[in-house]
Structure formats: C-alpha cells, structure tokens
C-alpha cells in the first residue's frame, strides 16, 4: 500500500492490482473529457500537458494526509492519542514536502514563496484546530469503524468494454456495523467553501456518484447502503461577519439509481468513444474542442493558449 493508506483486512480481499489490467481511466481524465473532448485528446493521446502544480494542490494534498493521519489514530488507535497530535508539525512537514517534491517535479521552478506557505499553513491549522473542538459532531468514534483511507477502486468501467478500467482512490470510507451503512467522502479544500453552482454542478457531484457505483461493484456492497458525501474545509471565513460561520461544510449530492445511470450510461459513451477493444486509445476518433458559455472550459485548461493545437476559431460554444 502506499504511504498513508489504510484498508480494513477485510476489505483487502476484493482489492485488485492496478498494473494486471490493460488500460485504466480516473474521473479526472473522464471529466476532462466531458468538458471538452480535444483537451483529452491533447493531454492523454499526445502527451502535450505539462505537469502543472500550484499551491492549492500542494496544500490541498498536505491537509489531507494530515487529516486524513487524524482520522487513521483516532479510529485505530484512540481518539485522545489523535486529539493530542501537533497539527501544526505534521501539516508543515507534509506541506513543505510536498512542495519540494513538486519543485522536483517541475525542473526546479518554484511557485510560491515562504510569506504565501506560511499563510496556508496557518489556514490549516485553523481548520484542524477548528474541526478537533468539533469532532464529534462529523466523525463518531461511537458505532463507527473505518473501512479505508485512499481506498483504491479498480474495477471495469463499462459492461461495453473488458479492457477499461476505472482506477481512483476514495478519501475517507466509514461503516456503521450495526446497520452495515457505507459513507464514501470526498475531502475538497476551498478558500471559502464552495456556493450553489458549484454544488449544483452535476460534473463535480458525478465524481462520487461513480466513486458509490465503482465501490458496490468491487466490494459487493449493495447500493441502497451506500452514502456519498463532499467534506469541503474552507480555508478563509467572512471578516467581521454578524452570524457564526463554519470551517466545513458538508454536501451530498444526489447519488439515487437515475443519477448513477446517467452517469454511467457518460461514461459507457466515453469508454466507447475513445478505446478500441484491447483498451487502446483511438487516436482516429474525432475530438471537438468545446469552451463552453463564456469559455468557461478553457479557464483552468492546459491549452487555452495553444492555439496550433486548439484554434481558438474552432472552439465550439454551448
């Protein structure tokens, strides 16, 4: 297992090695491909992204190992040995890290600087030191056990197609023995939580509508028993604001039998469109660049100003 992790003995029976199946597809790279199909092809048929860190994703994977290492003592452990962890130490640890590894990663090119590290961390901190005062009001250590962390999911991603594997981690998997529920979440970090078109936003949500599918499948867990949450921390609150606020927000999307369906019969279309049947990508397929209302797609993409391989005169808005 990776550094980190945990599973639940029992569960480790139904865990699959990735490296035996012939091809693997994760949400990120469905999503991609939702959004706009050329970017895909761009980024997974030929090769052009480069690999691109910021602080947000560099915090954002620190808190949730440190969080995550939390929640690992508490329940394996005691819940007093996690309370009295240094917050402080561990977050700044992983976060420089992290940091250091993604400078490697991008060829010594830095991407912050101490006085912007020093503040997120900080910010961290305060959500932990918020959340521990609260603890018991989002993670029980009464009647509850805890089934994963990073908890791989690899299992066939269409009926369509043998070869093609959906391949992801789910942050945090909890169980009630007694009535045999399942809760899969998703940590997100955000400056200030997220608003009601991102909630809304039936793409985001569809990460764990297929994360609930995916996990049934692969651990026999029988659909109507499963919950899917998005545990989101806000790292900023309102200054001065006249009504106590929240460093955490929680958010389950619709995940009932007609969203799973339509979620899939997505990703049957996507799995169809773009692998052959040994699971090769299909280079020959054709590949539309959508940027969507006010070329919303192309804010955060890799290409928005690669105009060679993206014409912006092609870009199709909705």
Request: proline share 4%; hydrophobic share 35%; charged share 25%.
């Amino acid at each position: 297992m990776k550094a980190g992790q945990y599973v639940a003995p029992i569960y480790r029976l139904s865990l699959r090695d990735p490296d035996t199946v012939p091809r693997k597809i994760s949400y990120s790279q469905w999503s991609m491909y939702e959004r706009c199909p050329l970017s895909w092809k761009l980024a997974y048929i030929d090769g052009l992204a480069p690999f691109q860190a910021s602080i947000d994703t560099t915090f954002g994977t620190a808190f949730h190992e440190t969080f995550q290492y939390f929640l690992t003592v508490m329940y394996n452990e005691s819940v007093k040995k996690a309370e009295n962890l240094d917050f402080r130490s561990i977050l700044q640890n992983k976060l420089r890290e992290e940091y250091v590894k993604c400078v490697t990663e991008m060829g010594g090119e830095h991407f912050s600087n101490p006085l912007q590290l020093a503040e997120y961390l900080e910010d961290g901190v305060a959500i932990l030191e918020w959340f521990k005062k609260r603890r018991a009001q989002y993670f029980s250590s009464k009647g509850w056990e805890l089934v994963g962390i990073e908890l791989d999911l690899c299992v066939q991603a269409s009926e369509k197609n043998p070869s093609v594997y959906w391949y992801g981690f789910i942050d945090v998997v909890m169980r009630h023995p007694a009535t045999n529920r399942i809760v899969l979440f998703d940590i997100k970090t955000s400056r200030s939580g997220w608003n009601k078109y991102q909630k809304s936003d039936s793409l985001k949500s569809a990460q764990l509508v297929a994360y609930k599918t995916y996990f049934s499948k692969q651990f026999g867990v029988p659909q109507e028993n499963i919950d899917v949450e998005f545990f989101i921390v806000k790292r900023k609150l309102i200054e001065d604001s006249m009504f106590p606020q929240k460093r955490i927000q929680n958010h389950r999307p619709s995940a009932g039998s007609v969203t799973q369906k339509k979620v899939q019969r997505q990703i049957d279309a996507f799995v169809e469109n773009c692998f052959d049947a040994e699971g090769n990508k299909r280079a020959d397929a054709v590949y539309h660049a959508f940027s969507g209302k006010g070329d919303k797609n192309c804010k955060y993409c890799p290409f928005k100003t690669d105009y060679v391989n993206c014409p912006k005169e092609n870009r199709i808005r909705e």
